[in-house]
């Protein structure tokens, strides 16, 4: 049987793996499957950025369909929709099927790598390849960011995609004493593009405008020496995080 489009019911017949941490991140909207190439896909839509995606299942041998490929910030329904069912067609004439590490949204469109979820697999992939921080997505390294700091206890919040910089995450602390109020700003900028003193007073007029209790400047890179001297004059408000301390942080993973 050639490909078809199918209904979400006959698509949740088949037996494969769709890892729990993915619900509330996407939902699925078109299903299709190819019987004879023993491959489906689904056409998703993500909840936050409200962009699209899709994911192509194999058959393995062990008669479930896992993870094999699929693409992330497509701009439109359609245009999601033609990708997946092209490339199902094109895997059904070729029968080749490029198996890639993670199923997820996490990397950027020009990775070989694709993810969808952040969970404590992924973070133990990036404790062991640090590195591949700078082929993160520009979102995703905010969303990784925002489930760290959940784990270390802050109840987070991601900003929209499309808002002002400053704040890129709200990340917050409870307790019967206090609340401490912490905004996060991420850059996911290569190690030669050092953050430079002006994102320092950008973050700080954010600070001054809304008063949280602290912010904090997340990169992949490193600060310039300018960036360093203005923090110090701010240090009771603003911390400085660089690709040192997010690899401290993946150390209790």
């Not at 890129?168 to 003193?197: G, M, Q, S, W």
Request: glycine fraction near 4%; proline fraction near 2%; hydrophobic fraction near 35%.
């Amino acid at each position: 049987m050639a490909l078809q489009r199918i209904s979400e019911e006959a698509f949740n017949k088949y037996n494969f793996i769709k890892h729990p941490s993915l619900i509330g991140i996407a939902t699925e909207k078109h299903w299709f499957s190819d019987d004879e190439s023993k491959i489906i896909g689904t056409v998703l839509n993500d909840n936050i950025d409200k962009d699209w995606s899709y994911v192509i299942m194999a058959l393995e041998e062990d008669r479930v369909y896992r993870f094999s490929e699929g693409d992330v910030s497509i701009e439109t329904e359609d245009l999601a929709i033609s990708k997946l069912t092209t490339r199902l067609t094109s895997i059904s004439k070729t029968g080749k099927i490029e198996k890639q590490l993670y199923s997820s949204t996490l990397f950027d469109s020009k990775s070989s790598i694709i993810v969808t979820n952040i969970d404590d697999e992924i973070k133990k992939y990036f404790k062991k390849y640090p590195k591949k921080l700078y082929d993160i997505n520009p979102r995703k390294f905010e969303e990784l960011i925002a489930s760290i700091l959940q784990d270390l206890g802050f109840e987070v919040e991601l900003t929209k995609a499309t808002r002002d910089g400053g704040r890129d995450i709200i990340a917050n602390i409870k307790n019967a004493v206090a609340n401490f109020l912490t905004y996060v700003e991420c850059k996911r900028y290569a190690p030669h593009n050092k953050i430079d003193v002006s994102i320092i007073r950008e973050v700080q007029g954010v600070h001054y405008t809304h008063q949280p209790s602290k912010s904090i400047i997340v990169t992949t890179s490193f600060f310039t020496k300018d960036a360093q001297k203005e923090a110090n004059r701010l240090e009771n408000q603003l911390e400085l995080k660089d690709y040192n301390h997010i690899t401290e942080w993946l150390e209790r993973y």
